[in-house]
Structure formats: C-alpha cells, structure tokens
C-alpha cells in the first residue's frame, strides 16, 4: 500500500468512526492541474467553466466518486501547505459520503457544516445567534455556491456539538422531517426563531 492509498484508508477509518459505522467504499479521483479539476466539473455538472468558483477544489458525486485537486496543485488557501489542504478537503468530501448514507434529504447547511466539523475546517468567522433564523436555514438548505451555508452551517453544528454532543448531532442529521428538524433546533436552541 503506498503513501496515498495509505492516507486515504486512515481519513476514511477517522470518518467512519466519527459516524459510528464501518468504513465505506468510494472512488477517488485526483487531478494534477486546476484546469483539469475544472474541466471535469464542468462536465460533470453542466456548467461554463468560468461559472466555476475558485474556492472550489473537490467536490462528491452521488455515485461515492470523490474529485479532487491533488495536493502538488492543491492552493494552501487557509492550510498552511496544499497538501495540508488536501487532507481537509478529502476528509470534508468523505464525510458527504456518510451523511448522504445517513440520510439523503439533509439540509445544505447541515451537511455542509458537519463536514467542516469533520474535517477541522475552522477558516468562517463565527455568526452572531441572532443572525441566524429557521427561515435563513430554509433559505440555504438547497442552496449551492453560497458561503452563507458552510458559514452559518458549521456555527450550527459547533453550537450544536458544544451544547449536545455529536450524538444528537447525528440524530438530527437522520430527522427526514423539515418540520421535524426544525422543531428539533427549536428545543435546542430557544433563540432561534
């Protein structure tokens, strides 16, 4: 097993056992340069390239395929190496994979704050309580390229493990109810209007 394939089964086993289960399959797919990871993307999603923000360098399908920027060409951005930033980014993808193996129907902002929680992805400033509402988390549950739902996600899901722990973490990621997740962050956190 070399070097890669190594560190991939270690992210994957520290994944896994935050989510309580076994680990999983996947694929990964790694690109050498941006303008390939771009291409690809744009492909995969129907989108001109240009539409293609910089800030992203991995993304999960639904099939378990990971793609990702390598880390000779991953940017460090927040990380202070790109290989660094590699590891985070792959470790924040995989956990797409668990949640969406938990519950397929999970709010952007949940999943995307749990994962940022997984992968230690601290570079959001903090929102203020009252800045977030039910309907601003309405708002960003479906929404795709908005720094509001990693943002205000992994407030949420600090708030939420501080406060309850990851196992009601995970029982609210597994809540398939709007009505009932929203009822759920309600009793937890009774400013939240």
């Known amino acids: 097993m070399n070097k890669n394939e190594q560190l991939c089964k270690k992210l994957n086993q520290e994944v896994a056992n935050f989510f309580n289960t076994n680990p999983i399959d996947y694929k990964l797919i790694v690109f050498e340069s941006r303008d390939d990871f ?26 378990g395929t990971i793609k990702i920027i390598g880390p000779n060409a991953m940017p460090a951005g927040y990380a202070k190496t790109g290989q660094l930033r590699f590891e985070m980014v792959l470790k924040h993808e995989l956990g797409h994979i668990y949640v969406r193996k ?84 309600k009793e937890m956190f009774s400013w939240l209007s």
């Open 102 to 185: 938990l519950n397929e129907h999970v709010p952007a902002w949940l999943n995307e704050g749990t994962c940022l929680f997984l992968a230690q992805q601290n570079n959001y400033r903090q929102a203020k309580p009252d800045e977030i509402t039910i309907n601003l988390l309405d708002e960003i549950s479906d929404a795709k390229n908005d720094e509001r739902v990693y943002r205000i996600g992994k407030n949420m899901v600090d708030l939420i493990i501080e406060n309850y722990g990851k196992k009601a973490l995970l029982e609210l990621i597994s809540i398939d109810n709007k009505i009932s997740r929203d009822s759920r962050l």
């Open 38 to 63: 771009v291409e690809a993307r744009s492909q995969d999603i129907h989108v001109n390239k240009s539409n293609i923000p910089n800030w992203i360098v991995a993304y999960t399908k639904y099939d």
